[in-house]
């Protein structure tokens, strides 16, 4: 025991050292599994309300019926697809394929042909 200025000083030694240590780990450790078990609970708590929500959205989306005005049903009625770009392409391809075909199968021949 050592005496300064009528305060008493006490040493510890290097066990009890160490043993301050390791207490004050688990208090910390304690703290921080509290906080993370309050957020884990807040994020499953969150996780669980949009799913909620998301099904009520849905539900309510599918039961509502679908309404258009006049303006949107004549739009939709005017607008015709036009297909003759796409047919064209599709005639082109397909004279493209055929091409195709036929010099694969001369070169096949040819091919044949030299190891006879």
Do not use: C
Not at 29 to 53: C, D, F, H, N
């Amino acid at each position: 025991m050592n005496s300064k200025d009528g305060d008493t000083t006490y040493l510890m030694s290097m066990d009890s050292y160490f043993k301050l240590i390791e207490y004050k780990e688990i208090v910390l450790a304690r703290e921080s599994a509290t906080s993370a078990r309050r957020y884990s609970l807040w994020a499953i708590g969150l996780a669980v309300t949009s799913l909620v929500v998301s099904i009520v959205f849905s539900f309510m989306q599918i039961h509502t019926p679908t309404t258009l005005n006049n303006a949107q049903l004549k739009e939709l009625t005017t607008s015709a697809f036009d297909d003759t770009d796409v047919i064209a392409n599709i005639n082109t391809l397909s004279e493209n394929q055929k091409l195709s075909n036929k010099l694969l199968m001369e070169l096949k021949s040819k091919i044949v042909e030299s190891k006879d």
